[in-house]
Each structure stands twice: as C-alpha cells, then as structure tokens.
C-alpha cells in the first residue's frame, strides 16, 4: 500500500519535471508543444490516468480482511508436481483465467498435498488462506463461520447471515484463497463461492465441475518423480529396485508412501525385494495399477496386507486401535475419545489405554507404519482410501459379533464421550465440535446396521440438538426426523437410551423453531400420549400454543405443568427455571408485565442461588426481566439488567455467539426505543 503511494507520487514528480524541463527549453521546440495552454492540461490528464492505475481503490483493498491461517502443517517429503503447481498458480493469477480451479484425479493421487504445497509455496501472495473439509456439506457453514470471526466479520445470531456478510466482504477484496478440500459434488460447494479476484481451490475426485470452475487433472507420479519419493525415503535404494517397485504400486502417492514405511522398517535387500515383487506383489497388481483402470483400491489391499499382518502379530493393541479408527470419518480424531474410556475398548487395547505411556507407544507404532497420520499428540487421523482399505481387511477376518463389532463399540464411546446436556452448555460444544464430523459418518456408513438400533437413535437425537444449538436447523431437524423413524423402526430389545416420546419432544421442538407450529404442537401431543414426562411436555405444548396465538390455552397448561413440576422437583428446584421462564413469557404476551416480571424474579431467584449467579441462564432470564421493567416504565433498571445479562453471556460464549448478539441488540434498541423490541419475549 505505501509502495503505491510512492510510486504515484514520483509520477507527479516526474509529469512536473517534464512540464519544466519543456518550459526551459521553449525557444528551440514547436510552438504546439510548448503553448502553456496544451502542455500543461495534457501532463496533467497523463498523471492522472497513471495515478489512477498505480493507486488502490477502496473496494478492493486487501485490509478489508483481518490475516487468518488455517493450512496444515507443511509435507516435509512432498516431491515433484512441479508443471502441476506453475500451471496452477498461472491459471488462477491470469487475469483472463477463472478464479475458481478443481483439483481433480483418483483418490489418493495426492491432490489435498497439491493444494497444501500450494499454498505454502506462495503463501506470501494471500493475506487470508483458508483450508475447508468439504467431504460433509453439513460442516462447511460452521467452517466458514470460523473464517469469519477469524478474519474480523462480526458473527451474527444467523450463521447463514455471518457466511453471507463473510461472502460479501471477499468479494470487495483480494489475496486470498479458500481450499474446500475432497469435494463430492458442485451443488455442494456453489453457494459459498464468491466471484470476486480471490482465489479458490477445489479437490475431487467427482466429475462435473467444469460448471463452477476450470479444472486440472491430476494422474499419479511419473517414474522419475516416484523413484525420487521412495529414495529420499529409502536411502540405500537402488534405481532399479526402485523403478521396479513404483511401477509394480501404480506410482500412486499414498501407495509410494506405504511402501516407503514397509521398506524403511524392513531393511529388505533389492535382490530380496525384486524376487518378492515379482513373485506376489507385482502379478497381483497387474489389473490395478493403471490410474485409469477401475478398483486401483486392489493395489493397495495387496500391498498393505504385509503390513497389516506384521501389525496383527506385533502389535495386537495397535491392530485394534487401527480397526476402530476405520469406523471413524477421515477427520482429525480426539485420542481422548479412547484413553478416556478403557473399559469399552478390546482387551489389548483396554490394557494400553490405562497408561498414558503406553498408548502413546500405540499411537506412534501405527504413525511408523504410516497407518495413520499423527497430527500431534492429541489427534490422529486416517486417510480416506486408506481407511476404506483398512476395513476391507478386517471385515474379510471378522466373524458377526454384536455387540462386539467394531462399529457398536464407536458407537459406546461417542456415548460416553460426548456431553449428554447441550443446551446453553458452552463446555460441551468443544467435544461434540471435534466429533460430530465422526457421529455423523457412523449414521451414513453401511456400519451402522451393526449398532444398537436405539444407541443409534441417542446418538442421532443429540447430535441433532447440538446442530440445534449452534443454528443449523434444518439440518438437526433431519436427524430428529432419522431418530424418530429409527425408533419407529425397531423391535430391538436391550438398553434404551432413548425413548419414541423423547425424540418427538426434540423433534417437536426445532420444528417449532423453524415456524410449523401446528406440526410441533401434533408431536408433543404424540410424546404426552407415548408417556414421556408431562410436566416438561405440557411446557412444550402450551409454547406452540402461544405460537398460535392461542394464549389461553397456553396459560392454563403452563401453569398445570409448573404444579407437576413443583410437585415432583419442589419449588425452588432448577428443573422449574423453564417452565417458570414460558409461563413469564405467555404473561407478557397477554400484557400482564407485572405478573410477568413476578414469574421471571422467581425464575432468576433459584438460577443465581442453585447454578450460580453468572450461568448462562442467568443470562436469558435476565432479559426477560428487562422486558418486563421496561414494560412498566422502570427503563433504567432494564438497561442495567441487560448490561449484566451482556457480561455473563460473553463470559461464557464468546464476543461472536448468537446469544451475545441477542443482548446486544436488546442493548441497541432499547437505545432507540424501538417498539418492535417490546413484543420479542425471551423464553428458556
């Protein structure tokens, strides 16, 4: 920026030195070039042109975002790929070229370490890069919230508003670049494209993206490039043994890999290795190995097989972990999620996971055998094909176990992992953020016809109320939806963790949310008539009813419903802190703010002295006693009953929630007194 300012002034300087220079030297030049009346205008008219090409204009300032960095860590052994990164980087900087670019090729072949290679290798060229998984559509809106905040875009209450503002703002700006990383289809990835002059990277092994972007297609290494990659892995081996080896694995980038790990642990001669190529890996890779060929999977298998059979007979623990790890998405995985629950884990395992020593040695044997990816000492992950290879071998020697395949045991250990209570709990988001791309790929997987039906139903109902929580609603809808026809679905008996009545309760709830007040009122009627707990049902109910505007009805079954709960909890107990907060609303919509603001002080009264007096409902309370002052007329003691309702609620969620934004455009309004504001009454 200061460099254009600089060069725009010395073309002032310059354009005045000529204008001099012409006018000392006017007595030996053309009358027409020296007249004051042309020179000076025409100088002028040049330095202004060449000003205004030299200097930024506003809407395309690079300081319009805030540096944001999100890129994994650099592939020391990344190797070759040249020509693929110079075209790259010429097809996007062109002015003529699009701005959108597909990384396409068989799985495998490399094309998330390209994309990674490039963005270190020219990260100085972008002020925000920015790396998205995008194998679930699901996960890409809070990914690119994070982007957001991040980079400095304020967040709103509406995660679908903050993209739209962060999608606004990229495209008034440059130097930047978003990776959506192993996309499956264009449908999926369009909407969060801006056309704007960032960049975008897209990886794929899906067709039909030359609608939304040029594509470069990807095949495996040449021969030069794979024998470099197995050498500076494997030193002492040789070019032929070498040429041999990567030609008889396809020259695929994660086979290269896997056979670098095999070679560097055995310590095999070439003459050992060429004589076991050609007489079991080679023949069996014959109708494998050509990247254009269906099934290079095979290769693979074939090739992993001496590696996962020393691991079975080595180290039985690390097998074990491997197995589990297949059940999980290709996304980084918590090693807490095992360590934490040892009981639930196979034997071998179980005694492995009691000393933290010990697991790590676990962890580091399978990231030696290039099983996995140890990203730190905290998280693993497993590549997508190689985990698809992984559990293809195990499910050939796996007889049907119940309870004790491998799919119910993940399926144990996100239940013990994963906070059961979600709502307005921050503490709880963190596991369920790191997890949930797992939980959800155990619901799509063929796997999950071997978990308990209703472990799956729980499973399904609480991921939905954490999509709830942080505003993907449709989405957790979804998933309510999947639990209630799991339950519907099933005759199983065995432990329940979850009821038909519940789900329709959750159901019932976000559906309400969502503006379909008559289907969620049908719900709740279902969950009272199946059993489920009537005080907090009747709650339910008589909220759809105030959405009706059915207010009377609303009031006499909000007030049945805090007798039971009084009833069964007593009267100072924090499970009446909701019903009391609905029953408060209803009598603020009905325009008793007296009665109302009574109900809220007594709601407010149990939060502070049973949850403390800076717990996130606090928070919400509070509000509604705002509402109810103002009211009134008592205008001073809302502000500073929201004032205080602002303070815990950043506490506790951060400047960027949507429950902070709530506050502060409560704060806002009451400033400008704003009626609208009277009539939008927080219930808990």
Not at 202 to 217: C, D, L, N
Not at 421 to 438: E, F, G, V
Not at 514 to 525: D, S, T
Not at 581 to 596: E, G, V
Request: proline share 5%.
């Amino acid at each position: 920026m200061r460099a254009r300012f600089v060069w725009a002034s010395l073309e002032i300087a310059v354009a005045v030195g000529i204008g001099l220079g012409i006018n000392l030297a006017s007595n030996q030049l053309p009358a027409v070039l020296s007249a004051p009346q042309i020179l000076w205008p025409s100088l002028f008219f040049i330095a202004a042109v060449s000003v205004f090409f030299t200097l930024p204009r506003g809407s395309v300032s690079s300081t319009t975002l805030s540096p944001a960095w999100n890129i994994a860590a650099r592939n020391p052994n990344f190797t070759g790929r040249i020509t693929q990164l110079v075209d790259l980087y010429d097809s996007l900087r062109s002015r003529r070229g699009a701005p959108v670019h597909a990384i396409r090729g068989m799985a495998g072949v490399g094309k998330s370490q390209l994309a990674l290679e490039y963005a270190y290798r020219f990260r100085k060229k972008y002020k925000v890069a920015w790396w998205i998984s995008a194998t679930d559509p699901t996960l890409i809106p809070g990914q690119l919230a994070r982007l957001a905040t991040t980079a400095g875009i304020e967040a709103d209450s509406d995660i679908e508003i903050t993209i739209t503002k962060l999608l606004t703002r990229l495209r008034t700006t440059r130097r930047w670049l978003i990776i959506f990383d192993n996309a499956e289809s264009p449908e999926t990835i369009r909407p969060f494209i801006p056309d704007s002059r960032g960049h975008v990277i897209i990886t794929t092994r899906r067709a039909g993206f030359e609608a939304i972007s040029a594509v470069h297609q990807i095949h495996v290494m040449d021969s030069d490039e794979a024998v470099d990659f197995l050498q500076k892995r494997v030193p002492a081996l040789g070019d032929r043994a070498g040429q041999i080896l990567a030609e008889a694995v396809g020259k695929l980038p994660i086979a290269l890999e896997q056979l670098a790990s095999y070679l560097s642990r055995t310590n095999l001669s070439d003459e050992v290795l060429l004589t076991d190529v050609e007489k079991t890996i080679k023949p069996a890779l014959t109708n494998g190995v050509d990247a254009h060929r269906s099934h290079p999977e095979n290769s693979v298998i074939k090739l992993l097989k001496m590696s996962f059979d020393d691991l079975e007979n080595r180290h039985p623990e690390a097998a074990q972990l491997l197995e589990l790890c297949t059940f999980l998405a290709p996304e980084p995985i918590p090693l807490t999620l095992f360590s934490s629950h040892p009981s639930l884990l196979p034997e071998a395992l179980s005694k492995a996971a009691t000393s933290p020593v010990h697991f790590a040695g676990v962890v580091a044997t399978l990231a030696d055998y290039s099983l996995v990816y140890s990203l730190n000492s905290d998280f693993l992950i497993v590549h997508h094909l190689l985990r698809e290879i992984t559990r293809t071998h195990y499910d050939d020697r796996r007889p049907s176990a119940g309870n004790n395949h491998p799919a119910q045991l993940i399926a144990q250990l996100l239940r013990a992992h994963l906070p059961h209570d979600i709502l307005r709990s921050p503490d709880s988001w963190r596991p369920w953020r790191q997890l949930l791309p797992h939980t959800l790929s155990l619901f799509r997987d063929d796997s999950s016809s071997h978990v308990n039906p209703n472990l799956l139903a729980y499973l399904l109902d609480r991921s939905g109320t954490y999509l709830q929580e942080i505003g993907q609603l449709r989405k957790s809808k979804e998933l309510f939806e999947q639990a209630l026809a799991k339950l519907e679905n099933s005759s199983s008996a065995g432990s329940f963790f979850i009821t038909a009545a519940d789900a329709c309760n959750d159901l019932g709830i976000v559906t309400r949310v969502l503006g379909e007040p008559e289907k969620a009122h049908l719900l709740f009627q279902r969950a009272l008539d199946e059993g489920r707990e009537r005080g907090s049902t009747l709650m339910n109910m008589a909220v759809s009813l105030l959405d009706l505007g059915r207010m009377d009805e609303a009031k006499e079954l909000l007030e049945e419903a805090l007798q039971i709960d009084e009833l069964n909890s007593g009267p100072d107990d924090p499970y009446i802190i909701r019903t009391l907060a609905n029953l408060a609303k209803c009598l603020l919509a009905m325009n008793d703010p007296h009665a109302a603001m009574a109900k809220y002080e007594r709601a407010l009264s149990i939060a502070e002295s049973k949850l403390g007096p800076t717990h996130p409902s606090v928070s919400v309370l509070l509000r509604g006693v705002a509402k109810s002052q103002l009211r009134i007329g008592a205008r001073s003691s809302a502000r500073k009953a929201l004032q205080r309702a602002l303070s815990i609620a950043i506490t506790h969620y951060g400047r960027h929630h949507r429950n902070v934004t709530e506050v502060q455009q409560d704060l806002h309004d009451l400033r400008r007194q704003k009626s609208r504001w009277l009539h939008m009454v927080p219930g808990v």
